[in-house]
């Protein structure tokens, strides 16, 4: 009974302290994804990114971190047209932000946005615009880089809407790309 306490403190103990490892191991394979991104390394940023990601989970570091995980490694299985995988990784992300945030979040649009994206990619244009819809309200919220990819993917399904003769809901979207 004794040797059962004794293993059972020191695994306490233990796992106490694999906490700070795994921040610092997912912090680190984090940074490794960025810099193979931007390097156009598109294969070993999606290892690194997915080694970040499987850190969170064995250290238990929060869905806050998860979520932002998540969003990274989908963004590279995106760029690696890996978009049914994106799209999973996205919606985990999605649902994490959507108990945690408020409904004008800019982090879930973010992820509405980039979700719409992916579903493009696989010709799901109808959900795609469900989602930019969504996204319409917070669009102004958004600066640099993200307006300027908002508005670009407004555009598109603008397009796309024209050509199933949704006229309406495209000339929404036209309208608020411009406004960005």
Known sequence: MKNALIILLFTLLIAGCANPINRATSDNYAEICHIAMSEGQLDDAE??????LVNVDWGDLGQELKSQRLYNLALIKRRLAKFQEA???LNQS????ERFSQPSSLRIGRREVEL?????AQGKWT???RLLER???IAKQFEGQDRTWTSE????YADQLRKT?????ASTFEKKASEL
Do not use: F, K, M, W
């Open 153 to 156: 993917v407004l555009r598109q």
């Open 116 to 120: 719409s994206v992916n579903l493009a």
């Open 47 to 52: 290892q690194a990114c997915y080694r970040a």
């Open 165 to 169: 003769n949704q006229h309406d809901l």
């Open 94 to 97: 999605l649902t994490i932000e």
């Open 127 to 129: 959900d795609g615009s």
């Open 87 to 89: 799209e999973d990784l």
């Open 135 to 137: 996204v319409l309200p």
